[in-house]
């Protein structure tokens, strides 16, 4: 009856069906971190299903038959990806029991490298301890690891985040888990090329599946085509013989790959290609973008009822169009940023979005931002003349949020400015924003401040229909921020966004700890520098003459003077080290509320010789004084109120220019000072601790130069250009949903 079924469903010639399974590693004995994969007994229950109900044919012969339309009827191919030793063990014997072919897709990596990224996040979370390991990307609530089923979930949810990340983030964050392993951490045996020709020679066809298997739409054109071409280069030398079947890693079409990415394989020489979606092929299928799935059944009735219904579902592809490549080109990015803090204002997120938009695709991205500073009333100075000298569109209006006032006397007042005034301003904003979204076509809104902004943002997504991304830096979660109208919404707004970006770990955890966010929903983008204006670079000796800092050990600190920053503890600390270096000099570079008990500080513990309050400087003279000091010191701290650093862009601008750099121990600092690595980490609140860091580090030239030189490195890897990248790409991921 079943043969039946499916001969009526796939009958013989031109109206024939191909089903293509797809498996990955088939271990003899089940793992109770990976329950998802079928051990050796299921896949030899489902082998035997398949023996006596289909024609199982060699992938590339069944794709012949397919073009010239002689399918045979009931026609089945098995895949397999990755590359696992236990197939020879299990999968290869069990197959040539019943003289049943199969292709292998391969990841070459593995044959002299590390082992498959996948299979790492595995054997780290097994070797976690069961409390206190650090998880990147919002994992943080993952506390207790001592229940096999946290583990299971945590390894699930890692693979999914970490393979859309580029793959220097990618490893970077599987080495920190592997770090903190709690026990040996134990890989599966290589797969190497002695094990692609056991295969080969077995009979089996051997296809590609790229060298590190990253996901292609989140590679350069470059990175992909070595990916694809590299991995058949290094196949047909081992197997001495034609590799002419790839499969996309990942393989779901436009979210993993995209039209581009099937040229390169054309280009590369392979004849014929399979995805990751379900449907069965028939005869007017791209042979590029071959559907295949995973059975999920373990009993006869069970397979049945999968795979039958597999041949009903529409197959997802990538469709061709009118075009030189043949394949329709993706939605092109165009991307509003919505930023009340912009330059000229100063300030991190400020240098975060103008370094974004700095460095995206020309015509991807444009800036509304206002005019009036709601802090002061006052009209920004020289944003005509900061606007005309960027390669990008900024438009302005008076205001984007209202202005800063004094708490109202009572519930009247209230009312009278939410009516006569917010309301007024709200309209006013919408209309302007609006009409630069239809006028411009823009599908991507990106909103800056998460209070002010965000209603914004949702209603020109509901008007408009364009996707939704909130940036957030981590204060704005972290404190209880208070707001006419949109003060006590956080969540709902974070809640309303297609994706929320987030500048570090500690953002990450925040919103999904205090404000219920589901971690993929996040995006974590650390902050970048501009290395090509921060740099190492000589003293300006003008500088060092106006202070009269010849012959002085230069300690510097860049901030907003608010007691976050922990600078009245560096005074302190200040204090205590010219007792025994009194060739130290410290400059504080910056403006802010907190400059007046600053001042008191100083002169109550009498160091205004060894102390200078240097104000407000220009983009330019920032970076002068970067390279002027021998240290960079920012004890941060977390308030009472949970006010704190979401990351932390300066001590990378500190690195950028070749120093070392100490920072406090709190928020999301910790991630941009690694301790020991590019800076020293100390409690923020302690000017001994303060103190004693900064003896080390002036004392040990060598400690010195080492956190210099790592920082300098850490600093030109994570730079500007990368984090437009990373943007634009989440943009163009969005918008492969639309």
């Not at 009979?203 to 292609?216: D, Y």
């Not at 039958?308 to 939605?331: C, H, W």
């Not at 929320?500 to 700890?513: E, K, N």
Request: charged share 20%; aromatic share 8%.
């Amino acid at each position: 009856m079943i043969k039946n079924l499916f001969s009526f469903m796939s009958p013989a010639g031109q109206k024939g069906r191909l089903t293509v399974l797809l498996f990955h590693k088939v271990p003899r004995i089940a793992d109770s971190l990976t329950p998802s994969e079928p051990n050796l007994a299921q896949f030899e229950k489902t082998l035997d299903f398949l023996e006596e109900n289909f024609n199982v044919l060699p992938l590339s012969e069944a794709i012949t038959s397919l073009k010239r339309g002689s399918l045979p009827e009931r026609s089945m191919s098995i895949t397999l990806d990755d590359g696992y030793s236990d197939w020879l063990q299990t999968v290869a014997p069990a197959l040539l029991r019943r003289n049943l072919p199969a292709t292998f897709f391969i990841s070459t990596e593995q044959f002299s490298g590390p082992a498959l990224w996948h299979e790492r996040i595995v054997s780290a979370v097994r070797a976690l301890p069961d409390q206190g390991a650090i998880l990147p990307f919002g994992f943080g609530s993952y506390s207790d690891l001592g229940n096999c089923s946290n583990r299971v979930k945590l390894i699930l949810e890692l693979q999914e985040r970490l393979k859309y990340q580029p793959l220097h983030i990618r490893l970077e964050e599987i080495s920190a888990l592997e770090a903190q392993a709690g026990l040996p951490l134990e890989y599966p045996n290589r797969f190497d090329s002695d094990s692609v020709r056991a295969l080969h020679s077995s009979g089996f066809e051997i296809g590609g599946h790229t060298i590190r298997h990253p996901i292609l739409n989140e590679c350069t054109h470059e990175e992909a085509m070595t990916e694809i071409g590299g991995c058949r280069e290094e196949l047909e030398a081992v197997i001495r013989g034609e590799v002419s079947l790839f499969a996309y890693p990942n393989g779901r079409p436009l979210k993993d790959f995209n039209g581009t990415h099937v040229e390169m394989v054309k280009a590369c020489g392979y004849k014929a290609a399979v995805a990751t979606c379900n449907g069965a092929a028939n005869s007017s299928s791209d042979i590029y973008q071959l559907p295949r799935f995973s059975p999920w059944g373990t009993t006869t009735s069970r397979m049945t009822l999968h795979i039958a219904r597999n041949m009903f579902v529409p197959m997802k592809a990538i469709p061709k169009e009118e075009s030189p490549t043949g394949y329709q080109d993706e939605l092109p990015v165009k991307c509003l940023l919505i930023a009340n803090t912009f330059p000229p204002i100063h300030g991190g997120s400020a240098v975060v979005y103008e370094n974004l938009c700095q460095y995206m695709s020309p015509g991807t991205i444009r800036v509304l931002a206002p005019k009036i500073n709601y802090l002061t009333s006052e009209e920004i100075p020289g944003w005509r003349e900061h606007d005309a000298l960027k390669p990008y569109p900024i438009d302005r209006i008076p205001l984007l949020r209202p202005l800063m006032m004094p708490a109202s006397a009572n519930i009247f007042i209230s009312l009278y400015r939410f009516l006569f005034q917010d309301l007024i301003l709200y309209t006013r904003v919408l209309f302007a924003a609006g009409r630069l979204v239809r006028r411009h076509k823009i599908n991507v809104v990106c909103i800056g401040e998460l209070v002010a902004g965000s209603w914004i943002g949702i209603a020109l997504r509901r008007i408009f229909g364009c996707k939704l991304i909130i940036y957030v830096h981590g204060e704005e979660v972290t404190t209880t921020t208070g707001g006419r109208l949109h003060g006590n919404r956080r969540k709902d707004f974070l809640l309303a966004a297609d994706k929320i970006v987030a500048v570090s770990s500690f953002t990450c955890d925040a919103l999904t700890r205090e404000m219920g966010v589901e971690p993929d929903k996040l995006e974590l983008i650390q902050n970048g520098v501009d290395t090509t204006k921060f740099s190492p670079g000589l003293r300006n000796e003008q500088l060092v003459a106006m202070h009269g800092l010849e012959e002085k050990k230069i300690i510097l600190t860049v901030a907003r003077l608010v007691p976050r920053k922990g600078i009245d503890c560096a005074i302190k600390a200040i204090s205590e080290v010219v007792r025994s270096r009194p060739d130290v000099h410290y400059l504080i570079v910056g403006e802010g509320p907190y400059k007046e008990s600053l001042k008191a500080l100083i002169q109550q513990h009498d160091i205004s010789k060894f102390v200078t309050l240097v104000g407000m400087v220009s983009d330019v003279e920032l970076i002068d004084y970067f390279r002027l000091c021998d240290l960079f010191l920012m004890p941060n701290r977390t308030m009472p109120d949970g006010d704190t650093e979401g990351f932390g862009l300066v001590f990378r601008e500190a690195n950028a220019c070749g120093k070392p750099v100490i920072g406090g121990r709190a928020g999301g600092v910790v991630e941009a000072v690694i301790d020991g690595q590019n800076g020293l980490l100390v409690d923020g609140e302690s000017p001994y601790l303060i103190a004693e860091a900064i003896l080390r580090v002036l004392n040990d030239d060598t400690l010195s130069k080492r956190l210099a030189e790592n920082g300098l490195a850490l600093a030109q890897n994570n730079n500007t250009q990368s984090v437009a990248a990373q943007f634009e790409k989440l943009c163009t991921r969005m918008l492969r949903h639309a």
